[in-house]
């Protein structure tokens, strides 16, 4: 009769848990599948890193949504070599991003390795975040992996910043006199002067205006 009892309590148990396991799951599910996510379509010549395909983890929380007015350029304000891994650095930021920060993801909407490969990071349609005083609201942001203070920026990374750039200012009517850098709208070194000089002299603009011409 005791062996009885303490099965039949033993599967009250497990019922209950099972229980609250699938409520939670179901609230879990319920709330990803609120949090509104825009998914572009990139043309295959920019080959975008998609979230999906390095990792990351969906928004558990969200905020208002924007609308795209601007372009704006930064870097990540650390070196980045050549033997360290963009998505390991990726992933951590993310994490870093939430747990520390309390941001609901990374900070910038795309990031670019050193080998111009870019990667898609906070959703567009949720304005990014800055440890500065601008409002990024409106603003889509470009992140150029490593410091831009001591590194020199070069020809790969460049091409993929012309091409996102030129991509989006189509997708979102973005005027190429609105493509600028992070240091254009706040005080800080970012993106760095080796980035910033090829916004500064008209250079990118340059590159960015031929290639909306061109198609």
Not at 43 to 50: A, D, G, H, I, R
Not at 94 to 117: C, E, N, T, V
Not at 137 to 154: D, F, S
């Amino acid at each position: 009769m005791k062996i009885y009892i303490f099965l039949k309590e033993e599967l009250k148990m497990k019922t209950i848990f099972f229980l609250a396991l699938l409520l939670l799951s179901g609230c879990s599910a319920n709330l990803t599948k609120d949090i509104e996510i825009t998914e572009l379509n990139y043309p295959k010549e920019l080959n975008v890193v998609k979230r999906s395909d390095w990792g990351w983890k969906p928004l558990t929380s969200k905020i208002k949504q924007h609308k795209i007015k601007y372009i704006t350029l930064h870097h990540g304000g650390v070196k980045f070599t050549e033997e360290e891994d963009p998505v390991k650095y990726i992933r951590h930021l993310q994490d870093w991003s939430r747990a520390k920060k309390h941001w609901i993801d990374i900070p910038y909407h795309f990031m670019i390795d050193l080998d111009g490969k870019i990667y898609e990071t906070r959703p567009i349609n949720y304005p990014g975040d800055t440890n500065t005083s601008y409002d990024p609201t409106g603003h889509a942001l470009i992140c150029v992996m490593g410091n831009y203070e001591v590194q020199k920026i070069n020809k790969k990374q460049l091409r993929a910043v012309v091409k996102l750039s030129a991509f989006l200012a189509k997708k979102y009517n973005v005027s190429v006199d609105n493509i600028k850098g992070h240091k254009d709208y706040a005080v800080t070194l970012c993106p760095g002067k080796d980035f910033y000089k090829y916004i500064q002299d008209g250079t990118l603009k340059e590159r960015i205006k031929a290639l909306l011409n061109s198609k």
